[in-house]
C-alpha cells in the first residue's frame, strides 16, 4: 500500500525558513496531482500547496508568495520550501494526492517561535 513519509520540520524564527520534503513509497507521482496540507491545532486539515500532472502549481492564498511546491519524480519526492515563514504557518504538515486518498503519514511538525 502506497505511503508517505514526510520530513524536514523543526523550530524557525518568525521571518525564517524550512524545506520540507515527502517521499512515496512507490514512484506514481505521473498519475495524479500531489499537494501539501497543512493541520494547524484546533483546525481542521487544509490543502496549502498543488503540484499537477504538468508541474503547474497551485497555492492557497495564505501561503502564496511565500511557499513553493516542487517534485522529482524519478526520486519519489516532492518538496515545500517555506519562506517568510510566521506563526500561522505553524501545524503539521502532511503529503497526499489531490484529492487527499492514501493513508496520511506521519506528518512533519513546523513550530514558529516570535
Known amino acids: 500500500q502506497l505511503q508517505f513519509v514526510e520530513n524536514g520540520g523543526g523550530l524557525v524564527q518568525r521571518g525564517g525558513s524550512l524545506r520540507l520534503s515527502c517521499v512515496g513509497s512507490?514512484?506514481?507521482?505521473?498519475?495524479?496531482?500531489i499537494g501539501w496540507y497543512r493541520q494547524a491545532p484546533g483546525k481542521e486539515r487544509e490543502l496549502v500547496a498543488r503540484?499537477?500532472?504538468?508541474?503547474?502549481?497551485q497555492y492557497s492564498e495564505s501561503v502564496k508568495g511565500r511557499f513553493t511546491i516542487s517534485k522529482d519524480s524519478p526520486k519519489k519526492t516532492i518538496y515545500l520550501q517555506m519562506d517568510s515563514l510566521t506563526s500561522d504557518d505553524a501545524g503539521a504538515y502532511y503529503c497526499?494526492?489531490?484529492?487527499?486518498?492514501?493513508?496520511w503519514g506521519p506528518g512533519t511538525r513546523v513550530t514558529v517561535s516570535e
Open positions: 503540484i499537477s500532472l504538468r508541474n503547474v502549481p
Open positions: 512507490e514512484p506514481i507521482y505521473s498519475i495524479k496531482d
Open positions: 497526499n494526492w489531490v484529492p487527499a486518498s492514501a493513508p
